[in-house]
């Protein structure tokens, strides 16, 4: 670490997560100084560990004298993390996050700590239904620092996929669905483990069977669990399969298609109006991408790192 | 083991599972005089294992000479098991399975073991797709033994979950959803796991919570991974639940209420025209009963020991 980076060190950004640390050191103008983290997540983690992994990644990185805030989104802030931010209910402006932050206690006097607040939404009489987000709301925040007064539909794809309806800067109401985790559960652990594998759709035939499944799954939703099984009887029956491992990739990614396509069927009553805005890695939201423009939804890309920390330093910004 | 059973013994019927062997001991009338059983199922054998694991139960019922037949239904017939008997595709006589059937090698010259095959199914353009059976033929061919001709919809639920579509006496097509080990993943190892907990739906509020959710499930499955998260966020968030282990329960039964929903919703096209016939144990039948209701559908059952056993009792016969 060199002394010219830790003189312009202004600040840290955090996105804590249930099974990863990541942290990024930056300077006024927001530009990324250096970057690290690590793989402890809140689920290893009891309140007196969180100080002591901080310090293990920006330890280096902070200057001698003087105080360096910490902004932190993620599960740091849940019940069972470093110290509690309750959940802000929505509808929710998002510049407002940092009005939810709490401090929790350090014992370096060079650390000034945040945590901000997730979303939690109560069920009502308009078909909301309870749900709740943790750190998401942050790639939101970003979003709307990036693009002031932003309305639309936003997507974060993931082990528990959001979608949020945004008005003008505010969330009106979000949705999550299971579907990473599902996914996970099917691809890793059900009878379906010994005939799938990902290849990211690279292999030929794959992005085809991807998009076959998505149209099929979104088509027929109630037949999601009997897709899941044919996966299995078609490893077994079906001559039209290339062998060995590209069978297996070609299933693999029709088990992704099904998985993704059963929740775009959830929301597809609010696709038709309007692009949706995808925000996180690479990967994942071109594979919604193409799911969506499969079912004819156009869709747009926001990277989820820039998201993060655009939103930490609206949070920032706001104190 | 007493002689006089030992002398009336007349066959032995097997139900040779994934992780469980059942047996029985019958005399020439079908009435069952001995029953047994051990945790060696398919998955924890090799071919040469068979013998043994079935001698283990079965050594003590055989008379000191001549032959007994061991009819076998199951896995013990999959590629991967004792020796294959190959699916006989659909459409199938079910008094015609034991034209399928194979005779594995044994040293033990009083046993003459036959081996039942399954039922496959190839995806055509009726809508049909790929699918296949094993075990579950054999209690759909003890319902035809009980009632001749049997024409109607018939439904296995478990782990994977059966619907098959009879016509006098013959399968004209089925379907497997995957329901069963959905419920247990979810329920077992995913973020749902701290949250539910099953009682056999006998806690307070539990049937109406399962009923509900088969209601919601049915009418929105495109839905059916946000509402998974549901659980989380109500378990989080709703007010109204019980405290402790009762809000598992409820939330547990809602969980179970979501698979089975997904389920009924994807067969909804074929349940207008008649009653469901339900085979399999009381517990679950019950269950599927109760969600069948919720959607306005009778049903009756049939018990799955009784279907198993009749259904070798038709092989047997028809040799």
Redesign the interface.
């Known amino acids: 670490m060199s002394d010219a980076i830790r003189e312009r060190l202004a600040w840290v950004a955090v996105d804590w997560g249930s099974s990863q640390l990541r942290v990024w050191g930056l300077d006024e103008s927001g530009e990324v100084l250096v970057r690290g983290g690590s793989d402890k997540g809140m689920l290893t983690l009891r309140p007196e560990d969180y100080e002591i992994a901080l310090l293990e990644v920006v330890g280096d990185w902070l200057p001698a004298s003087g105080r360096v805030g910490v902004w932190v989104c993620g599960m740091a802030g849940a019940r069972q993390g470093w110290r509690e931010a309750a959940y802000l209910p929505v509808p929710t402006r998002l510049d407002d996050l940092a009005q939810g932050a709490v401090m929790p206690t350090v014992s370096d006097t060079r650390l000034d700590v945040l945590l901000l607040p997730g979303l939690?939404?109560?069920?009502d009489v308009t078909g909301c239904?309870?749900?709740?987000m943790r750190g998401e709301e942050t790639q939101l925040a970003g979003l709307v620092a990036r693009e002031p007064g932003f309305s639309g539909l936003v997507c974060l794809p993931g082990t528990?996929?959001k979608w949020a309806w945004l008005e003008r800067g505010e969330v009106k109401r979000f949705?999550?669905?299971?579907?990473g985790?599902?996914y996970g559960?099917?691809a890793g652990?059900?009878?379906l483990r010994h005939s799938v594998a990902d290849d990211g759709l690279t292999e030929p035939g794959c992005r085809e069977a991807f998009v076959a499944a998505v149209r099929e799954a979104?088509a027929?939703?109630?037949?999601?669990?009997?897709?899941?099984?044919?996966l299995?009887?078609?490893d077994?029956?079906?001559a039209s399969l290339p062998a060995g491992e590209a069978r297996q990739t070609r299933l693999g990614a029709r088990l992704s298609g099904l998985?993704i396509g059963?929740?775009?069927?959830?929301v597809?009553h609010d696709l038709s109006a309007s692009s949706v805005t995808l925000v996180g890695g690479e990967a994942l939201c071109e594979r919604y991408a193409l799911a969506l423009e499969a079912l004819g939804h156009a869709s747009r890309r926001v990277e989820g790192e820039a998201a993060v920390l655009a939103g930490l330093g609206l949070a920032r910004a706001g104190t």
Chains 1, 2 share one sequence.
């Open positions: 939690c939404q109560f069920a239904d309870f749900d709740v528990h996929a949705a999550t669905y299971l579907t985790e599902l559960l099917l652990q059900s009878v979104s027929r939703p109630g037949e999601f669990a009997r897709l899941l099984f044919g299995r009887a078609a077994l029956l079906d998985a059963l929740e775009l069927s959830g597809r």
